[in-house]
């Protein structure tokens, strides 16, 4: 971690700390920690047992810290550095952000770069707030800018460089993941035996709640996000969910979302709306939550199964394809869609 921590981090740490709730269930009480101004999104810590306050507060410092060195939007953080520096210099990085990046491109290697670290050229050039679409001369030029192999990691010097000008690596597909795993060191560094983390709709379920029962996790309607397409029963487990709900632009009818296809430059059109990824690995199921969006049901089963993961696809014909090892656990009844399992 880095040691500098900036004023406005401090500030924002103190600000963060105000949103601690506490609930009331079965005599049992949690501690709730609310964030909204890390990774660009809006968060949930809620914790049960003894050191809550404690390692709510060591979370809320991870996040930060975190955010702070990751943020694109920093122009100060150490991805802001790599991607400025790309073609030019090598950067100095710090321990977990070279270990993110290391393990980011062997599974951009594992899922054949559907999933890639380095996308982001691409993702810069559809930027989802400008609502424009961009030339094809200049998804060309983005794709040549685009490929893993363009990262070289050096652990021994702690340093990273990117071998092309204009390549950039995006961490909106795996930061979360990520953290979350550090999120689960920090509790159960802290005797945490229950709680639900939840960034940015990354959600990973920590043991049981207080009574017994496991948690339950809504998985989003892409269709009409007020609804859910059912209810998860999760425990020790994180769930993942990528969708081309939550960024997007429309022009002439045509929805233009935040998820890209590396090989074509443009937003994944693989027939699907969202894709749930169940994975006992937060940071895995993270990528592959992303990597299976762009992949497409069908041939995202073998990823699946080799990386012991279930799912939840939902297609663009109103399907839901969810694996049958979840029978016992998924809720379901959105009269919307017709339900299958898959093995
Ligand atoms: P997620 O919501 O986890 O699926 O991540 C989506 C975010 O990851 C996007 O907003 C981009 O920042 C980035 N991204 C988009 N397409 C890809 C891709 N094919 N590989 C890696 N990251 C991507
Ligand atoms: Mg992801």
Not at 6 to 18: K, T
Not at 183 to 207: D, H, P, R
Request: with cysteine; aromatic share 10%.
């Amino acid at each position: 971690m880095n040691k500098k921590q900036p004023i406005g981090a401090a500030i924002m740490l103190a600000l963060s700390i105000i949103f601690i709730l506490s609930s009331q269930t079965k005599n049992t009480k949690y501690k709730t920690l609310e964030i909204y101004d890390v990774f660009d999104t809006y968060s949930e810590l809620t914790l049960l047992g003894k050191n809550t306050e404690k390692a709510l507060t060591e979370c809320n410092a991870y996040l930060h810290d975190a955010d702070t060195r990751w943020s694109a939007k920093n122009p100060e953080s150490e991805i802001s550095a790599l991607n400025s520096a790309a073609g030019v210099s090598e950067v100095a990085l710090s321990d977990d952000t070279l270990d993110m990046l290391e393990k980011s491109v062997q599974y951009s290697v594992y899922t054949n770069g559907f999933f890639d670290i380095t996308v982001g050229s691409l993702v810069n050039l559809w930027d989802i707030s400008k609502a424009q679409i961009p030339s094809n001369e200049s998804i060309t030029t983005a794709i040549h800018k685009t490929g893993f192999n363009l990262l070289e990691i050096n652990k021994e010097n702690k340093t990273a460089m990117l071998s092309c000008t204009g390549a950039a690596v995006d961490l909106g597909a795996v930061a979360k993941g990520y953290a979350t795993a550090e999120l689960l060191n920090i509790l159960k560094k802290n005797g945490i035996s229950s709680a639900l983390i939840n960034l940015g709709g990354n959600t990973y379920a920590l043991g049981n709640r207080s009574d017994g029962t496991p948690w339950k996790i809504g998985i989003q309607d892409p269709g009409d996000t007020s609804r859910t397409i059912g209810d998860l029963s999760v425990y020790d487990t994180s769930v993942i969910t990528s969708g081309n709900y939550q960024r997007y632009f429309e022009k002439d009818g045509v929805r233009y979302h935040h998820i890209i296809n590396p090989y074509t430059g443009n937003p994944s059109n693989s027939g699907l709306l969202s894709v749930t990824v169940i994975n006992r690995d937060p940071f895995i199921a993270d990528i592959l939550s992303t990597a299976c969006f762009v992949i497409g049901y069908k041939e995202s089963l073998p990823l699946l199964r080799e990386s012991d993961s279930k799912a939840i696809f939902v297609t663009e014909d109103n399907t839901v394809y969810y694996s049958a090892d979840l029978q016992n656990n998924f809720d379901y009844d959105n009269s919307a869609y017709e339900y299958k399992s898959f093995k």
